[in-house]
C-alpha cells in the first residue's frame, strides 16, 4: 500500500537580496535557488546541474560563494544574500570585472557567467585570489564552451597585482 | 524531496532536544552532502534541524592542553584559513583543502563532512540491490562497476563496498583527533568524547551505517591533540575529486634521521578510514630511506583483495604512501630537523 503523501511544512522566512528585504511563506523543501528565481524573479542566478558540481548557481552569503542549489532558502534567512543583479551600480553602470568579461571575451554562450562572476568576486574579497595563480585553486565553476582561458585573464586582469 | 519540518538551532542543547523529540530528524549543517542526498530520495528526514549557525559550534579555539578544538559547525574554507591550524596543525589545512570546490568549501562544515556519506553511485540512484539502502538486497556495485570501491574489509566488504570519502577524516585519525559527541541519555543531555578511529565502523551486520553514533546523539566539536614535533604530508589519488587511494602520514625524525615515531592513516580504499598500525611498525625505528619507504608501502597494501578493476589500486596506494612519507621527511627537514 501506498503510504499517504506527508503534508507540506511552510516556513515564514525573511531574505535579505541586494540589500532588499523580502518577506516569503514557503515550503521548507525550497533552495535558496528556486527562491532567488521562482519566488524572487531574479533569474539571473542559473541552474545547472543542481547538485553543487557546476558553480552556475553560485551567490554570495555574507560575502561568501556558495552554491544557491545546495542551500535551504530557509537557512538564508537573515544572513546577506548577493546575487548577480547586485554586482552593477545603481545607475546600471557595470562593475569592473562584469566590464572585464565583455573586454576578454570571457564567455560564449554566457550560461555559466553570472556564476563565474560570483564565484571570483568571492573569492577576491575574501582574500583568496590576490595573485593569478590563485584563480585556477579558487573558481572552479564549469563552463560547457571551454572559455576558461579567457575567464581566467578577466578575472586576472581586475587584481591589483595582475602580473 | 519529501516534505520536512525546519528547525534551527541556537544551541547544542536544543539540537538534541530537536533531535530525540522530532521522528526521523536529521542534522543540517552547510547542506553540501544532506540536500544533495535528499534531492536523490537516499534521505528523508521528516524534521532538518539546522546548526549551521549555533555559536558554540562555530568556534575554532585551543583547550588547556594545547589540543586545537575545532566546532563542528566551521566550515571547510574557515578551517583551511585559521592562523593557529595553519601554524600548529597545518595538515588539517591541508586535508580541509584536498577536495571540493571553493563554493562547497566555503558552505561544508567539519562535522558534516566527517559523516558524509558515501559517494557509492548505486547506493546515491536508487533502484539498484543494495545494502546499505535496503538490507539483505544485495550490493549491485559487486557485479557492476566498482573500480573505485572498497579492496579492504575482508567479508564485511562482500555486503558493502563502498569506501568512505572523507580526506579530512583520514588526516584526523593520523593525528589522534577525537571528536566530541552530545546526546541524550534518560532525558538528560550529555557530552562525551571518544577517539575519531572508535566512530567509524566496518559494514559488517549491519551495512546502514557508517559510523557508531545513536540517532539521538551529534558531534560538537573535534578535539586535535597538539602536532609535537611530527610533521606530516597528506597526499591522494587523484589529486581532486574523490581519493582512489590516499594517505596521512605523520613523522617524528630524530637529528640523525631514524624514524622515532609513525602515525599512518590510509583512506579511500575502505568502509572507513584506516589506522595502520603495519606500515607505521615498519617505520619506526628505522632511517628515513628510500628503500624504508617501500617496505612501509608494502606493509600498507597487505591483505588488500583486488579483481581486474580494481587491481591499479593496489600500486596506486603504494604510491601515495611513499610520496606522503617523502613530503613529511621534506617538511621536517625544512623545518630544521635532520640535515
Not at chain 2, 615498519?282 to 612501509?296: D, P
Request: hydrophobic share 45%; with cysteine; aromatic share 4%.
Amino acid at each position: 500500500m501506498k503510504p499517504a503523501a506527508p503534508e507540506i511544512m511552510t516556513v515564514a522566512v525573511s531574505l535579505n537580496v541586494n540589500g532588499q528585504a523580502h518577506e516569503l511563506t514557503l515550503d521548507a523543501r525550497v533552495t535558496l535557488l528556486d527562491a532567488l528565481r521562482d519566488l524572487l524573479a531574479l533569474t539571473g542566478t542559473k541552474k545547472g546541474c543542481d547538485h553543487g558540481l557546476c558553480g552556475a548557481c553560485t551567490v554570495l552569503v555574507d560575502g561568501q560563494a556558495r552554491v544557491s542549489c545546495l542551500m535551504l532558502a530557509a537557512s538564508a534567512a537573515g544572513r546577506r544574500i548577493d546575487t548577480i543583479e547586485g554586482v552593477a551600480a545603481a545607475d546600471g553602470s557595470l562593475h569592473p570585472l562584469q566590464l572585464a568579461f565583455i573586454e576578454h571575451d570571457a564567455f560564449q554562450c554566457g550560461y555559466c557567467t553570472p556564476g563565474q562572476i560570483m564565484a571570483a568576486l568571492g573569492a577576491i574579497a575574501a582574500g583568496q585570489i590576490t595573485r593569478p595563480g590563485d584563480i585556477e585553486g579558487w573558481t572552479h565553476n564549469l563552463c560547457r564552451c571551454g572559455a576558461y582561458d579567457n575567464i581566467r585573464t578577466a578575472i586576472a586582469s581586475v587584481l591589483e597585482t595582475p602580473r | 524531496v519529501t516534505p520536512f519540518a525546519y528547525h534551527r538551532a541556537a544551541k547544542i542543547n536544543d539540537a538534541v532536544r530537536l533531535l530525540t523529540d522530532e521522528a526521523q530528524a536529521a542534522i543540517l549543517g552547510g547542506g553540501t552532502s544532506l540536500l544533495d542526498l535528499m534531492k536523490q530520495g537516499v534521505e528523508k528526514p521528516r524534521a532538518v534541524i539546522d546548526i549551521a549557525s549555533v555559536p558554540e559550534m562555530r568556534q575554532i579555539a585551543t583547550d588547556a592542553d594545547g589540543a586545537l578544538v575545532v566546532g563542528a559547525a566551521v566550515t571547510m574554507t574557515e578551517v583551511a584559513q585559521s592562523d593557529a591550524v595553519l601554524a600548529r596543525w597545518p595538515l588539517v589545512a591541508e586535508t580541509t583543502l584536498a577536495g571540493l570546490t571553493p563554493q562547497l568549501r566555503n558552505a561544508a562544515t567539519v562535522g558534516g563532512n566527517l559523516m558524509q556519506r558515501p559517494r557509492c553511485i548505486y547506493f546515491r540512484e536508487g533502484g539498484f540491490a543494495c545494502n546499505k539502502l535496503r538490507p539483505g538486497s544485495g550490493c549491485a556495485a559487486k557485479d557492476g562497476v566498482h573500480f573505485g570501491h572498497a579492496i579492504f574489509g575482508g567479508a564485511a566488504a562482500h555486503d558493502c563496498m563502498a569506501v568512505h570519502p572523507s580526506d579530512l577524516s583520514t588526516g584526523l585519525l593520523a593525528m589522534d583527533a577525537s571528536v566530541e559527541i552530545a546526546g541524550r541519555v534518560a532525558g538528560q543531555i550529555r557530552s562525551r568524547r571518544m577517539p575519531l578511529d572508535a566512530l567509524y565502523r566496518w559494514p559488517e551486520a549491519d551495512a546502514t551505517r557508517e559510523t557508531t553514533l545513536a540517532p539521538h546523539e551529534m558531534i560538537t566539536a573535534v578535539i586535535v591533540p597538539p602536532a609535537g614535533e611530527f610533521f606530516g604530508a597528506y597526499v591522494k589519488g587523484p589529486p581532486e575529486g574523490f581519493a582512489l587511494a590516499s594517505c596521512a602520514a605523520l613523522l617524528k625524525v630524530a637529528q640523525n634521521g631514524v624514524i622515532f615515531a609513525a602515525r599512518i592513516a590510509i583512506g579511500g580504499v575502505a568502509h572507513r578510514p584506516l589506522r595502520h598500525v603495519g606500515v607505521e611498525k615498519a617505520l619506526t625505528g628505522q632511517m628515513t630511506s628510500a628503500q624504508v619507504f617501500e617496505a612501509a608501502a608494502a606493509a600498507a597494501v597487505v591483505g588488500a583483495e583486488t579483481d581486474p578493476q580494481t587491481a591499479f589500486r593496489v600500486p596506486l596506494l603504494r604510491a601515495v604512501v611513499v610520496e606522503a612519507l617523502q613530503r613529511a621527511v621534506e617538511r621536517a627537514k625544512r623545518a630544521g630537523g635532520p640535515e
